[in-house]
């Protein structure tokens, strides 16, 4: 029988013979599986994708202030509507108005749709649904898009988060049209409401804004334009093909009527008042915009139409106050708070850039809230 020393001796031979052979491939393979696991931990990672704009999200303010500029400038109401739904366009992947008439729901245009066509294939119910909702409580209704339609869902394909938003749009006290606005049909869509909202909102005061120009007199302005009043007229379903407008008028605020007794009664005997002081002319136009550069022409533009608008507002927020401040000649006086914040709003966005000396915020002050008569603003206005 063989030694036991023997035996060790040669099985330490023969481990060591293979362990030479081995350890310089080992070496390598330990090392290279080290550095396999290793590596990854000195490379930065990649910057994370760009957050999609969700409907909590802010909206871009630049986006946001074109869409609403876009709105107010332009006075037919089919344009007005057709601005609103570019301005909707820009947060939401497709959107779509329907006109209201009794229990009808008629489409008019839409946006981000395959096909329009789709769209105007489905005149829907305004008695149920989302629809019936949102018309009833006057306020934006966001769920499921099935609970708007389930019809409509299936022609024009579920959204891909399966929900949209539906916005009354309010002129007055009539809810005439309702938006409908999801985030599309493709994950990348953005889909804002909150500022889908506040486009229908704007869109609407301005309508209402429209409809009292229409229905006012004539004023001695020589932009001013008179029209004759006249009824709103009714809304009518639209024909195939599409009409160049909704079939509906914003409804127009009657304008009061004077009350004179048939027989005034005896005046006591009072010395006449002495008369009005004369109008002071409203200031010049301001610079030559035609002369300017391109540029500074745009800059001019948009503060005229801004400060416009932020006038045209202050009159139609305070209908009393202008009144009694025409009256007494204290407009400044009473709308003092509104007309400043208002001013903050067009200093901020104008008077740094080169439109900051034409001043046109108190331009149309008197132009437009005074009538032409910068007295009228009374002794505490420094225009």
Known sequence: MADPNEIRAV???????????????????????????????????????????????????AELDSALLNIQDVTSQAD???????GISKFCGRTALFVLK????????????????????NTLSADSGLA?????????????????????????GNPFDGNCVVLPLAVKEKI?????????????????????SLIVRVTGLWLELLALRKSAPAESSAEATPEPAAPPAPIAA?????????AWTAPRPAVPATVVPETAPPLPTVAAPPPPPAPVAAPAEGPDIDSLPPAEQEVHKKAKRKAKILV????????????????????????????????IAYEKAFA???????????????RILAKGDASLLGSSFQG
Not at 102 to 121: A, D
Not at 321 to 340: M, N, P, S, T
Not at 353 to 366: C, D, H, I
Request: no cysteine; glycine share 4%.
């Open 312 to 343: 045209e507002e202050i009159v139609l927020y305070n209908k009393k106050k202008v009144e009694e401040g025409l009256a007494k000649r204290d407009l400044y006086d009473r709308l003092k708070e509104d007309i400043e914040k208002s001013r």
């Open 132 to 156: 019936a909702r949102a018309i009833k409580d006057r306020m934006p209704v966001a769920a499921a898009a099935a609970e708007f339609s389930a019809a409509f869902n299936s022609s024009v």
């Open 11 to 61: 099985i330490e031979g023969v481990v060591s013979e293979v362990l030479s052979a081995r350890l310089n491939g080992l070496q390598e393979e330990v090392v290279s599986r080290v550095v396999e696991k290793v590596e990854p931990l000195t490379v930065p990672p990649p910057p994370p994708p760009p957050a999609e704009r969700d409907v909590t999200s802010a909206p871009p303010a």
């Open 80 to 86: 007005v509507l057709k601005a609103m739904l570019d």
């Open 102 to 121: 009794g229990s009808s729901l008629n489409p008019w245009q839409s946006r981000g749709f395959e096909y329009e066509s789709t769209v105007k294939q």
């Open 176 to 196: 005439p049209a309702i938006i409908y606005a999801d985030a599309g049909l493709n994950k990348p869509g953005a889909f804002d409401a909150s500022a889908a």
């Open 238 to 246: 639209p024909a195939a093909p599409a009409p160049a407008e909704p």
């Open 352 to 366: 740094s850039g080169p439109a900051g000396k034409a001043n046109y915020f108190n331009r149309e002050l008197v």
